[in-house]
T-cell receptor, first 112, second 116 residues
Framework: QKEVEQNSGPLSVPEGAIASLNCTYS??????FFWYRQYSGKSPELIMS????GDKEDGRFTAQLNKASQYVSLLIRDSQPSDSATYLC????????????FGSGTKLNVKP | NAGVMQNPRHLVRRRGQEARLRCSPM?????VYWYRQLPEEGLKFMVY????????ESGMPKERFSAEFPKEGPSILRIQQVVRGDSAAYFC??????????????FGEGSRLTVL
């Protein structure tokens, strides 16, 4: 079983809609959770981090964490074509902070 | 330019040859990580280094792969006797401190290795 699982997509949403990206993880000692965005052929870049249960908002992005259910999600409000990219979920585990476990990513297409 | 620099961006090797991938971390960063990304897959941790030390190499294949981060110069990921299965994008990342607390992993543009 993979440590971090994501639906590969593609997820298609119209411009202006809310995009919802989900991620589940298998290890209960996972401590820190991150969302990276990767444009095709480019390097991943950090867009959100979340460490405790609940919601965390940053501009159009909201990360949601539910440790009991072992999932983390990313909501993108007012989606723009420039949001079209692959979104990678990553987790680190207690006592092993330097090793990130990445999901395979969800490809998001925002249609104008 | 203060970003993570990787070279070469693209590398083609024939089976049995050696591949050397270089990474210069962001200025001031002393933590370097190498990740491998296979097509349609996520990034897989390979190795974590600090200057002159390998801290965690649990993701490195046992044979043919090695990494170093010397006191002077870039970090190098070396793959000896490459095979077709080594074809992938190899990403280097750097951080100022322990990453898990902040998620501040800064990635380079990657080196794409193709083995013929």
């Amino acid at each position: 079983q993979k440590e971090v699982e994501q639906n590969s997509g593609p997820l298609s949403v119209p411009e202006g809609a809310i995009a919802s990206l989900n991620c589940t993880y298998s290890d209960r000692v996972s401590q820190s959770f991150f969302w990276y965005r990767q444009y095709s052929g480019k390097s991943p870049e950090l867009i959100m981090s979340i460490y405790s249960n609940g919601d965390k908002e940053d501009g159009r992005f909201t990360a949601q964490l539910n440790k009991a259910s072992q999932y983390v999600s990313l909501l993108i409000r007012d989606s723009q074509p420039s949001d079209s990219a692959t979104y990678l979920c990553a987790v680190t585990q207690l006592g092993d902070f330097n090793k990130f476990y990445f999901g395979s990513g969800t490809k998001l297409n925002v249609k104008p | 330019n203060a970003g993570v620099m990787q070279n070469p961006r693209h590398l083609v090797r024939r089976r049995g040859q050696e591949a050397r991938l270089r990474c210069s971390p962001m200025k001031g960063h002393s933590h370097v990580y190498w990740y491998r990304q296979l097509p349609e897959e996520g990034l897989k941790f390979m190795v974590y280094l600090q200057k002159e030390n390998i801290i965690d190499e649990s993701g490195m294949p046992k044979e043919r792969f090695s990494a170093e981060f010397p006191k002077e110069g870039p970090s190098i990921l070396r793959i000896q006797q490459v095979v077709r299965g080594d074809s992938a994008a190899y990403f280097c990342a750097s951080s100022l401190g322990i990453t898990g607390e902040t998620g501040e992993l800064f990635f380079g543009e990657g080196s794409r290795l193709t083995v013929l």
